[in-house]
T-cell receptor, first 114, second 118 residues
């Protein structure tokens, strides 16, 4: 089944404790991206990656890191989480051609930083 | 910069009736794509429908259709014959229809919460 998976789905942590949210896709997509969703703000892009070893900042990159060492994986790293990073996080992927390029989303990760 | 505006925070519709969810956008790109996503209470983001800026016909996918008015920069979602399972948050989004090697950032609106009444 073609899908984007994220782990963990739910996470409660404390300020300053490093964490990683994993994202994996099995569709051989070149493009992957991380979004955060906050009430009243819709989804905002954190980081994106055009391909292996190619990453760039989105609209709200502060406090986050990413890496793309393999095509299928795109982990999101919070080196020192803070309460304002409490949010719902989505990973998404798509093809990188000239076509429709619909982005397919993972199930989301709910993060609470105390 | 791109901007998506959804002016209806919440909408109600009677089961089996049609409903239109509004979306207006602003962009300086000549070529772009418009998307609608559904987010049920379980939280996942489900792709519904896509419209390319150069597509002459309005997109349709089953009970979903996109009323695209380029001159007005609007891309309203029409759901026909509403079902109870359509109750969800709906997001309009757009992306530049970039050539290979360019960013594909999706810009989202703030969403419309649709409630279908029995």
């Amino acid at each position: 089944e073609a899908q984007v998976t994220q782990n963990p789905r739910y996470l409660i942590t404390v300020t300053g404790k490093k964490l990683t949210v994993t994202c994996s896709q099995n569709m051989n997509h070149e493009y992957m991206s991380w979004y955060r969703q906050d009430p009243g703000l819709g989804l905002r892009q954190i980081y994106y990656s055009m391909n292996v070893e190619v990453t760039d900042k989105g609209d709200v990159p502060e406090g986050y890191k990413v890496s793309r060492k393999e095509k299928r994986n795109f982990p999101l790293i919070l080196e020192s989480p803070s309460p304002n990073q409490t949010s719902l996080y989505f990973c998404a992927s798509s093809l990188a051609g000239r076509g429709e390029e619909t982005q397919y989303f993972g199930p989301g990760t709910r993060l609470l930083v105390l | 910069a791109q901007k998506i505006t959804q002016t209806q925070p919440g909408m109600f519709v009677q089961e089996k009736e049609a409903v239109t969810l509004d979306c207006t956008y602003d962009t300086s790109d000549q070529s772009y794509g418009l998307f609608w996503y559904k987010q049920p209470s379980s939280g996942e983001m489900i792709f519904l429908i896509y419209q390319g800026s150069y597509d002459e016909q309005n997109a349709t996918e089953g009970r979903y259709s996109l009323n695209f008015q380029k001159a007005r920069k609007s891309a309203n979602l029409v759901i026909s014959a509403s079902q109870l399972g359509d109750s969800a948050m709906y997001f309009c989004a757009m992306s530049p229809r970039a050539s290979s090697g360019s960013a594909r950032q999706l810009t989202f609106g703030s969403g419309t919460q649709l409630t279908v009444l029995p």
